[in-house]
């Protein structure tokens, strides 16, 4: 749960999703869900050689497990309340 409602608080913002295939797709997060499957907005696709039946994308959906990385903005990352939420979390299943 706790990448699932750091990720909501990205929605809006551009992020770029790289695919299992190496596919490298950026846009606007317009939503998560708790599969963290994403869906983007504005998409552009980094390798438009290789990849251009995608170019015609204005907006995608991305089925979680095939997501390799997400590259978020470091200005919007705030590494302090991820931190203490992952030592939140961590204790609570500790106590388990």
């Not at 770029?16 to 696709?45: C, H, Y």
């Not at 015609?56 to 991305?62: E, Q, S």
């Not at 997501?67 to 470091?74: E, F, G, I, K, W």
Request: charged content about 25%; overall charge positive; hydrophobic content about 45%.
């Amino acid at each position: 749960m706790l990448f699932y409602s750091f990720f909501k608080t990205l929605v809006g913002r551009t992020v770029t999703v790289e695919l299992k295939n190496d596919m490298t797709m950026e846009g606007t997060l317009a939503s998560v869900d708790q599969f963290l499957n994403i869906k983007l907005d504005n998409v552009r696709v980094t390798d438009a050689a290789r990849y251009p039946h995608v170019m015609t994308l204005k907006n995608c959906f991305i089925r979680g497990s095939v997501v390799r990385y997400v590259n978020l903005p470091a200005q919007h990352v705030d590494t302090a309340l991820l931190q203490d939420a992952t030592r939140r979390e961590a204790m609570n299943n500790a106590r388990r």
